[in-house]
């Protein structure tokens, strides 16, 4: 699945398995190119699946590896934990940010 997938914002529970498998496989190619690249070996969490309507710590292991990856990758970060998955709006600019943050990471390794 492509990096495309993860711009896309899930309507329903179909869509949002979907996003979050592409989504986590996105960050595992974003590890490996890292540690290949840089000899930087970051940690992995669990991120698929996701139950929107009980993300535990889920927003926090999340922030975690975005934040690894930014410093390493020398991107500004962004604030990713706090979302309504309910809201769609709050959903739509949430997927935006991630979404960037991802497409900047994909321009400087190449995944």
């Known amino acids: 699945m492509g990096l ?4 896309n914002v899930p ?6 398995n979907q996003w979050a498998f592409s989504h986590m496989a996105h960050h ?6 890292i540690r290949n690249r840089f000899n930087i070996i ?4 669990i991120l698929d699946p996701l139950d929107p309507n009980d ?3 889920w927003g926090y292991q999340h922030q975690i590896m975005h934040n690894q990856m930014d410093t ?22 949430w997927i935006d940010l991630n979404f ?3 497409l900047q990471a994909n321009a400087i390794l190449g995944v």
Do not use: C, F
Request: hydrophobic share 40%.
């Open 42 to 45: 970051l940690p992995e969490y």
């Open 72 to 93: 390493v990758l020398g991107i500004a970060g962004n604030d990713l934990v706090d979302v309504s998955w309910k809201d769609k709006g709050e959903r739509s600019v």
């Open 28 to 33: 595992r190619d974003i590890i490996a190119a």
């Open 100 to 102: 960037r943050e991802h």
């Open 11 to 16: 309507d329903d529970q179909n869509a949002m």
């Open 4 to 7: 495309a997938s993860i711009a």
């Open 55 to 57: 993300l535990g710590t």
